[in-house]
Every structure is written in C-alpha cells, then in structure tokens.
C-alpha cells in the first residue's frame, strides 16, 4: 500500500515545511524561461538584437504561471519576430544561469523549416541569421556556447 508521506506528518511539521519552501522561494527564486535556436536551410541560426539591452541573443522569454514551454516560445516568437508557422520543433536542451540572487532555466527549443514576418518592434529591433562560424559581436553567452557546441561538436554544456 502506498501512503500519502503529508498525512503522516503533523500538522505542525507540514507547516514547518511550508514556510521553509516559501522562505526559499524568495531567497532564492527561480524564473523560468523558454528560447527558440531558429535554424534556417543553410544552417544558420536566427539571434535578435533588443531594444532595451546590448547584444544579439535567441528569441524568446519568460514562461507564465502554469504555461507549457511549448505554448511560451510560441506566443514570444509571434510576438517577437512575427512567426507564422514552423516544420519541426523539438526540445534541444534545459539550461541554468545564475542571475544575480535567482536561478534561472531555461528551455531551449530547436526549430526548423520557420515562416515569419519580422518587423521591427518595441521589443526588438533586428532579426538576422548567423552562420555557425561565424556568430556576430556582441553575442550573449548562452547563444555564444550553443553557436560553439554546434560547430565543433563540443559535448553540450548544461549552463547557459
């Protein structure tokens, strides 16, 4: 038989465990975030360049409460490059990153055979493929390893 381990601790110690996971949650909270490594037919990869920070980086962002990482990189690439459609999509990776106090993880999604209609927007002011060899100036770490990784065949790494 199996038993419910919250049912057999008291009340008090339920409790105890409670306030311990809400302590930790706000000392060390974690934000979830889920990217798209775009790659087109000759196997470039799509980065984004922001309005609001320095930097080429992947399309992407947060994941809302209760949200799949799926849906979540769906709507910020339409919302981000206009995306219309994709051929195949698939999970390439999970990754960590500290952030100053909190963690974040994020999912990276591997797509290719994306139609998209990019226009610059408030969030992002230029869309533009990259070769594997070849990664701009001013490229974000976490891209900067994936564009690495692929291109050498380096095991992948778990940070971002």
């Known amino acids: 038989m199996v038993t419910n381990p919250l049912r057999e601790r008291s009340l008090v110690q339920n409790l105890a465990l409670a306030a311990r996971l809400a302590a930790q949650a706000v000392i060390a909270p974690v934000a979830y975030g889920a990217h798209a490594m775009i790659e087109d037919s000759e196997g470039r ?10 930097g080429w980086f992947f399309p992407g962002g947060g ?25 195949t999509c698939e999970l390439f990776g999970l ?3 500290k952030h100053f106090w909190t963690t ?8 290719k055979g994306a139609t998209f209609d990019f226009k610059p927007n408030f969030e992002i002011a230029e869309a533009e493929f990259f070769p594997l060899d070849a990664p701009p100036k001013g490229i974000g770490r976490g891209p900067l390893r994936r564009f690495e990784e692929r291109a050498t065949g380096k095991e992948k790494s778990g940070y971002w």
Do not use: C
Not at 76 to 84: N, T
């Open 104 to 111: 974040n993880v994020i999912a990276l999604f591997h797509i």
């Open 63 to 87: 994941v809302n409460r209760g949200e799949p990482a799926l849906d979540a990189v769906t709507r910020e690439l339409k919302e981000e490059i206009g995306l219309q459609g994709f051929a």
């Open 45 to 54: 990869l799509l980065l984004v360049r922001h309005t609001y920070m320095p």
């Open 95 to 97: 990754y960590t990153r």
